[in-house]
């Protein structure tokens, strides 16, 4: 049976048990996953609990997938180039292997015959999901990508990061408040919390009239899961154009932290529905 977790502060509003649970019964184990709030400076003393207390593997969200970095003695590409980690694996000898699972999660939830190779992709916030979403969507193949914040100051360091990580990319980076035509666009991916469920529920990042300029060919994209329909996503589809929804990411990158500490593919489509009834 694994023994697993999930740190972070706060979690009351966090699924990630629920999804966690339901994945282990799909592969046939009766394992835990303890949901453990740690505010930052606590972290230390709950890597000495899990250390102590025989624990396979645990999530990590914010605020801690940056300074989790700090404890961790290796990581994988996704985490080395996103800069953050979601997942750690506690190996044998107790190191801590740390993993980025949101980028795997981010990619898959786009359907394969989306074509994105050459095209410019627009992201809304440059936090560490905007990250997330700059490796998936290198890995589509996009040639440009525009970021849109509210202050481009404090968006100076992700901007430098992504544009030495990926050169072959033109980054471009503009005010959210004075944001340009996105008529020439073929993806929206909102980055911001913007819309989530106890933080500015009825509204989203875009004005209605930005969405009336999109291309009806175009995909709006929030990494967004409660409420599972935002605001934003409702209006793309209004106006008959192609949606994908935060928990779809949100039940891949679980799914791919459970192969990483099991070996096993989880059945995802438990895990929707254990997700589905929580939300």
Known sequence: ?????????????????????????????????????????????????????????????????????????????????????????????????????????????????VDLRGKNASILGTGGAARAAVVGLAERGVSEIDFYTRNIINSRQ?????????????????????????EGTSIVVNATPIGMRGFMADQMPLERGDLDKLSPDTIVYDIVYNPTKTVLIQEAQKRGLKTIGGLDMLIYQAERALWIWTGKYPDTDKMKIAALEAL
């Open 1 to 113: 049976m694994y023994k697993l977790g999930i740190i972070g502060f706060p979690l009351g509003h966090s699924i990630s048990a629920v999804i966690q649970k339901a994945g282990l019964e799909s592969i046939g184990d009766a394992g835990s996953y303890d949901v453990m709030e740690t505010p930052p400076e606590e972290l230390i003393n709950r890597i000495k609990y899990i250390k102590a207390n025989g624990y396979n593997g645990f999530n990590v969200t914010i605020p801690l997938k940056v300074p989790m970095s700090l404890f961790l003695d290796e990581i994988d590409d996704y985490a080395n180039i996103a800069g953050c980690v979601n997942t750690v694996k506690v190996m044998e000898d107790k190191t801590f292997h740390g993993y980025n699972t949101d980028i795997y999660g981010f990619k898959r939830a786009i359907p394969d015959e």
């Open 158 to 182: 992700t901007l430098e990061y992504v544009r030495a990580k990926f050169p072959e990319i033109t980054f471009n980076v503009y005010q959210i408040q004075n944001i340009r035509s996105l």
